[in-house]
């Protein structure tokens, strides 16, 4: 009896006495950190952000939008190193510092997507040939992938066939053109025509712009000559892939190539290797392998057949005459793909101030779908 009235007494006590209230800085503690998991994990598995660096994809996609990259249409994939600070990528914030440990590094997974990967889909993905770094902390890319697994690719003249049959043109896509001038001209001029993409030369201008702009070009007065640049067949551009004497391929002359697939067999001699040679020995996952001589070796033995483990894919920028794409560096392996870009949600012009804002924000591109 005494012992049920004291554990009465400390129950009724207890009740009467108010819980100790979280301090203001508690609370927003606490908020920042469920926020950061919350972003870190859609983040992870469904969408994240993207800007455009460079000039590779105009016009279809200009420096200065702010892409949304969905994850869910080809599956997130597992981190290879998962000791990352939140929400940062290469780097921690304004610095060189690397926001990731490689103390554990993890084999990739990718979960179940709702769509594969497909010809003429916008793709962000990891550049394959930082291989000083992880796989998921190389520079993040974008460009349109023009051949998938099984494919064949060859460009002729600049135009792509894929299968034997001539690829879509995008209706934007740009070109280089020499343009011979008078005298200087004004950057307003080129910016009056939509073209960003310019350079002095000696006798004038690098431009990358479209055709009808071209033709528009050659009616001024000050402009005495337009004309398209390109390569011939049989003339080797020295960095063009697979950078091998027995290829003299050019970004206008390109192929034909085969696009492995996880499965595919080939045969190992001097015609295949130099243009599966990088895949087998940096993407595949061979621990030992070696090229001697002109044979392949894996694990100290002769290859004469090699199967591919992993799809691989071929991606190229929308201005065909300044991205370093595909003809240049090669295979995109499928555990580098990060997502499709599906649409831009805000756009700027690095070209106009902010003084001008109808100018400096691109309206019309704001929440437009990424075709």
Known sequence: ???????????????????????VAREWLDALVF???AASFVRWLIFTPYTIPTSSMEKSLLVGDFLIVSKLHYGPKTPKTPLQMPLTSNYIW?????????????????LPGFSEV?????????????????SDQRTPYIKRCIGIPGDSLKIDGKVIYINNKPFPVPPDMQTSFLIETKGPVKDRVFFSHDITDFYKTRNGYLVQTDYETAEKLKSMSFITKVTEEKYNAGQS?????????????????????????????????????????DVILSY?????????????????QEVTEYTFKLDYYFMMGDNRHNSLDSRYWGFVPSDHIIGKAV???????????????ADKIR?????RAIN
Do not use: C
């Open 118 to 134: 497909k010809n003429n889909d916008v793709v962000v993905f990891h550049y394959p040939g930082e291989l000083q770094f992880p």
């Open 284 to 300: 595949e996952g061979n621990e030992d392998a070696e090229i001697t001589d002109g044979k392949l070796y894996i694990d100290g």
């Open 35 to 37: 926020a950061v998991i």
């Open 237 to 277: 551009e020295p960095e063009v892939f697979p950078e091998s004497s027995r290829y003299p391929w050019n970004r206008d002359f390109f192929g034909s190539v085969a696009i492995p697939g996880r499965g595919d067999k080939i045969t190992i001699n001097e015609e295949t290797l130099p243009i599966y040679d």
């Open 343 to 357: 649409f831009t949600w805000w756009s700027v012009d690095k070209n106009e101030s902010w003084i001008n804002v």
């Open 1 to 23: 009896m005494i012992l049920d009235k004291l554990k009465k007494k400390e129950k009724e006590a207890s009740e009467d006495t108010p819980k100790k209230k979280k301090s």
């Open 363 to 367: 309206w019309h591109k704001i929440f």
């Open 94 to 110: 304004g610095t060189k510092i690397p926001s990731y440990l490689t103390w554990i590094q993890l084999p990739v997974f990718r």
